[in-house]
T-cell receptor, first 115, second 113 residues
């Protein structure tokens, strides 16, 4: 069975601080895909990134960066110089290589950026 | 805007009733997924359709069913509703199988009273 753990239920930081959201996953699949989604207060789920299990290169997109480490089964997400608009619930998700399953989500981390 | 549309936005109904939630995927996407988000269970995958055929089932109750029509829109039918079915129901779509990123609709908030 697959599992995604986001141990941080809530994080609160002051604007401009850097913050890292942790994600640890479990899967028996050798090929799998990892995702991060953002759920702002308005409620929709916004896709941020997809990473496959063969690609361990870190990715940077503006103030966002992701660190994938297969050795520790982690896929952490860092926001640099946080802004109030980053306040949201962030979900890490996993999809196995079978291709036909839905996403397995973590419980989410509620990120609060204080002005 | 993800390009996935869901109707209605809100639905309030009584226990024992039946409701239908509707989803239109992004143009060109063949896969439709349904998810339930509740405080107790978090985000859970319910079912996937690909080009009209059921492709995968998750934690979907027997009281729930879905279908995908030739124009690729999908409906999720919830029957014999219970208080515990109150949740946010999301539809998502992707180009092919779930190896690809899924784009989510705005959700339907169901309240069962």
């Amino acid at each position: 069975a697959q599992k995604v753990t986001q141990a941080q239920t809530e994080i609160s930081v002051v604007e401009k601080e850097d913050v890292t959201l942790d994600c640890v996953y479990e899967t028996r699949d050798t090929t799998y895909y990892l995702f991060w989604y953002k759920q702002p207060p308005s409620g929709e789920l916004v896709f941020l990134i997809r990473r496959n299990s063969f690609d361990e290169q870190n990715e940077i997109s503006g103030r966002y960066s992701w660190n994938f480490q297969k050795s520790t089964s982690s896929f952490n997400f860092t926001i640099t110089a946080s802004q109030v608009v980053d306040s949201a619930v962030y979900f890490c998700a996993l999809n196995g290589g079978g291709g036909a399953d839905g996403l397995t989500f973590g419980k989410g981390t509620h990120l609060i950026i204080q002005p | 805007d993800s390009g996935v549309t869901q109707t209605p936005k809100h639905l309030i109904t009584a226990t024992g009733q039946r409701v239908t939630l509707r989803c239109s995927p992004r143009s060109g996407d063949l896969s439709v997924y349904w998810y339930q988000q509740s405080l107790d269970q978090g985000l859970q995958f319910l079912i996937q359709y690909y080009n009209g055929e059921e492709r995968a089932k998750g934690n979907i109750l027997e009281r729930f069913s879905a279908q995908q029509f030739p124009d690729l829109h999908s409906e999720l039918n919830l029957s014999s509703l219970e208080l515990g079915d109150s949740a946010l129901y999301f539809c998502a779509s992707s180009v092919g199988t779930s190896r690809r990123e899924q784009y989510f609709g705005p959700g339907t908030r169901l309240t069962v009273t």
